[in-house]
């Protein structure tokens, strides 16, 4: 069976940055191919009509992932603010918005709003592990994108 629309799909899958340096390590991941938005959508058209076994190499610039790097979506805070235990990597959650920790020094924290690999090119290495129709329940509980 050939990737297409209403068909569950089975990936392996290598993320690395743009310098072929690995971001992630190998996943599979299952997904609902059709615009469900479930996988970014130039990803998804590449595998469109692959079969299991195939491999599939793309490479999606910041505009096509997460987007370029917003500056207006970091902020500097007292440490105070948020207690002792603040830490790099946290997460805080203000006014609807979820910010990481990526840095902590002299009495300040740096808080980032934008996705870890905001701004970055990213090459996904993918391989088909298996292809099947998809269910009525699995239908019924997908939503399409426009």
Known sequence: MQVGRNTVVSLKVELHDAQNEP???PDQLSY???GYGQLFERL???IEGKQPGDHVQVQLEPEDAFGEYDADLLRVEKAERYGEGVAVGMEIEEDETIYRVT????GSVVL???HP???MAL???VVILSVRAASQDELSRAVSLP
């Open 123 to 125: 090459r996904f290495s």
């Open 112 to 114: 980032d709003a934008n």
């Open 23 to 25: 971001l992630a390590a």
């Open 103 to 106: 840095d902590v020094a002299g």
């Open 117 to 119: 690999l905001a701004g």
């Open 32 to 34: 609902l191919h059709g």
């Open 44 to 46: 998804e058209q590449a």
